[in-house]
């Protein structure tokens, strides 16, 4: 099993382009999150995602958008990036009755 | 809604030496509570949790962490630690399902760095 998977690994967007990031998994996992983690502030829940058709707002929302039309993809769109989107962002899965989240290994996006 | 508080951002500390990393969170209602490590350039792995049941649970390279729900603090330990250990913990907290959402709150991180 991959477990989770994000792409790409790195980006450099410049302000104003849209990009999407994407993150799939292969633990039939009902939970899905993004977070953004920027340097000495932890990690901020931007959206998340209980199944498939169901999404809703973290901590961060703004500037993002997220659909889950399959259980296996919960992927993050940027329209308009801005330099305070420079970030690195993890997508996590979790099962419904298992507290333990599973991390991706990350996009590093740049936006200048 | 929770919080996380990790009170140290850095933590140098020699090689074979103890090490704690410290930890309190508020909430109003009862707590699951997790340490994450992130090794560099990687995602984060679970350290160990406490969801009920002892006070003191345990990780498989030696860390541990004890709830103590008087002083709200899941404090991290290690008797002796190694160069491998250096790395970034976070501590979180989630409320359980009947009590709250599940999503989880991250502390702002504790750099461990342990030099030879």
């Known amino acids: 099993n991959a477990g989770v998977t994000q792409t790409p690994k790195f980006r450099i967007l410049k302000i104003g382009q849209s990009m999407t990031l994407q993150c799939t998994q292969d633990m039939n996992h009902n939970y899905m999150y993004w977070y953004r983690q920027d340097p000495g502030m932890g990690l901020k829940l931007i959206y998340y995602?209980?199944?498939?058709?169901?999404?809703d707002k973290g901590e961060v929302p703004n500037g993002y958008n997220v659909s889950r039309s399959t259980t296996e993809d919960f992927p993050l769109r940027l329209e308009l990036a801005a330099p305070s989107q420079t970030s690195v962002y993890f997508c996590a899965t979790k099962t419904r009755y298992l507290e333990t989240q599973y991390f991706g290994p990350g996009t590093r996006l740049l936006v200048l | 809604a929770q919080s996380v508080t990790q009170l140290d951002s850095q933590v140098p500390v020699f090689e074979e030496a103890p090490v704690e990393l410290r930890c309190n969170y508020s909430s109003s209602v009862s707590v699951y509570l997790f340490w994450y490590v992130q090794y560099p350039n990687q995602g984060l792995q679970l350290l160990l949790k406490y969801l009920s049941g002892s006070t003191l649970v345990e990780s498989i390279n030696g860390f541990e962490a004890e709830f103590n729900k008087s002083q709200t603090s899941f404090h991290l330990r290690k008797p002796s630690v190694h160069i491998s250990d250096t790395a970034e913990y976070f501590c979180a907290v989630s409320a359980p399902p009947q009590g709250g959402s599940e999503k989880l709150v991250f502390g702002k991180g504790t750099k461990l760095t342990v030099n030879p």
């Open positions: 995602s209980v199944g498939a058709g169901i999404t």
